[in-house]
């Protein structure tokens, strides 16, 4: 079970922090991965980091803007958000698989979502 939390309303180029707990799974065999679904799009991927958190991915309009990071003692993945802007403001979820590094997650792969949680970005 996963569940994200840490969201909020913060002005354009505001920072936050977005932490996902993870319960009943081996969390440290597990590559986490952020998602966000804006109103009226469809569920995108924004950021995954392998299980012993030695490699990152992120999409290429979050590069340099969003840090994931975990903590494998405390079952937790975090999201850094810093320089936000209005569009990426959604619903940011969390995942976890154990796929090959090489192999994308996409949403459709996705088992089961938590519950997510909302970052709104004003102008």
């Known amino acids: 079970q996963l569940q994200a939390s840490g969201g909020g309303l913060v002005q354009a180029g505001g920072s936050l922090r977005l932490s996902c707990a993870a319960s009943?799974?081996?969390?440290?065999?597990?590559?986490m991965s952020w998602f966000r679904q804006a109103p009226g799009k469809e569920r995108e991927f924004v950021a995954r980091?392998?299980?012993?958190?030695?490699?990152?991915q992120y999409r290429e309009s979050v590069k340099g803007r969003f840090t994931i990071s975990r903590d494998n003692a405390k079952k937790m993945v975090y999201l850094q958000l810093d320089s936000l802007k209005p569009e990426d403001t959604a619903v940011y979820y969390c995942?976890?698989?154990?796929?090959?590094?090489?192999?994308?997650?996409?949403?459709?792969?996705?088992?089961?979502w938590g519950q997510g949680t909302l970052v709104t970005v004003s102008s």
């Open positions: 009943g799974l081996s969390f440290s065999t597990y590559r």
């Open positions: 980091l392998s299980s012993n958190g030695g490699s990152t």
């Open positions: 995942a976890a698989d154990r796929r090959p590094w090489v192999i994308d997650l996409t949403p459709a792969l996705v088992a089961s």
